[in-house]
């Protein structure tokens, strides 16, 4: 199994940027990939931004294109959420996620991914 924690979230104004961690503990050797999504209440879960744990590509979702950079560590077994310049409309739980059977599902798709943290807020005020 693997365990996923999210830190770095809390109340932002608009225009200020923000860093999310997610830490990876357990078979992190069995990881393929890593994904963002955010959850907004009333609405579905999105895609944010996914990268390949061992190196490689990365791919953006529309909502948060050019404002959001993905970025891992593997060493320390974390992958990282930069976002700038964020609006009130990104206020929402972020999620982090990990694929372990190197699914061919779409990078955007929930059900490429396995294992998910348990979320963590980020509230951008007005």
């Known amino acids: 199994q693997v365990q996923l924690v999210e830190s770095g979230g809390g109340l932002v104004q608009a225009g200020g940027s923000l860093r999310l961690a997610c830490a990876a503990s357990?078979?992190?050797?069995?990881?393929?990939?890593m994904g963002w999504f955010r959850q907004a209440p009333g609405k579905e879960r999105e895609f944010v931004a996914a990268?390949?744990?061992?190196?490689?590509?990365?791919v953006y979702g529309d909502s948060m294109r050019g404002r959001v950079t993905i970025s891992r560590d593997n060493a320390a077994n974390t992958v990282y959420l930069q976002m700038n310049s964020l609006k009130p409309e990104d206020t929402a739980v972020y999620y982090c996620?990990?694929?372990?059977?190197?699914?061919?599902?779409?990078?955007?798709?929930?059900?490429?991914?396995?294992?998910w943290g348990q979320g963590i807020q980020v509230t951008v005020s007005s």
């Open positions: 357990g078979r992190t050797f069995s990881i393929y990939d």
């Open positions: 990268t390949r744990w061992s190196g490689g590509g990365t």
């Open positions: 996620a990990a694929d372990v059977d190197n699914s061919r599902s779409a990078y955007s798709s929930l059900r490429k991914y396995d294992y």
